[in-house]
């Protein structure tokens, strides 16, 4: 699966943007698909997930409350819904898909096998 990330952009902080994944292929309902994000000198991080079915999600915490992870199967994309901003929050950020995954290996990124490329958010303060 070929995976597409867009949306994002330069916003002040306090405001939102919506990241969308588009994936390619008629078996990404079959994929979990989380998003990442690394910041200039810093690990990847896991941001949020959400399985297959749309069953279950998971965030870090830093970000509950103020995003929203999405899916849409039918379009075969998965959206970002990122509100109330902080300059802490700026970033590359990637979307990835992977197999069914064991619930304790869903925020590590080596167990998802495809990355998009990842678009920049930045957030002025």
């Known amino acids: 699966v070929q995976l597409q990330a867009s949306g994002g952009g330069l916003v002040q902080a306090g405001g939102s943007l919506r990241l969308s994944c588009a994936a390619s292929?008629?078996?990404?309902?079959?994929?979990?698909v989380a998003w990442f994000r690394q910041a200039p000198g810093k690990e990847r991080e896991f941001v949020a997930a959400?399985?297959?079915?749309?069953?279950?999600?998971y965030y870090l915490d830093s970000v509950k409350g103020r995003f929203t992870i999405s899916r849409d199967n039918a379009k075969v994309t998965v959206y970002l819904q990122m509100n109330s901003l902080k300059s802490e929050d700026t970033a590359l950020y990637y979307c990835a898909a992977g197999g069914t995954l064991i619930t304790s290996t869903i925020r590590n990124a080596p167990s998802y096998a495809y990355w998009g490329q990842g678009t920049q958010v930045t957030v002025s303060s």
């Open positions: 292929g008629r078996t990404f309902h079959n994929y979990d």
């Open positions: 959400i399985r297959r079915n749309g069953n279950s999600i």
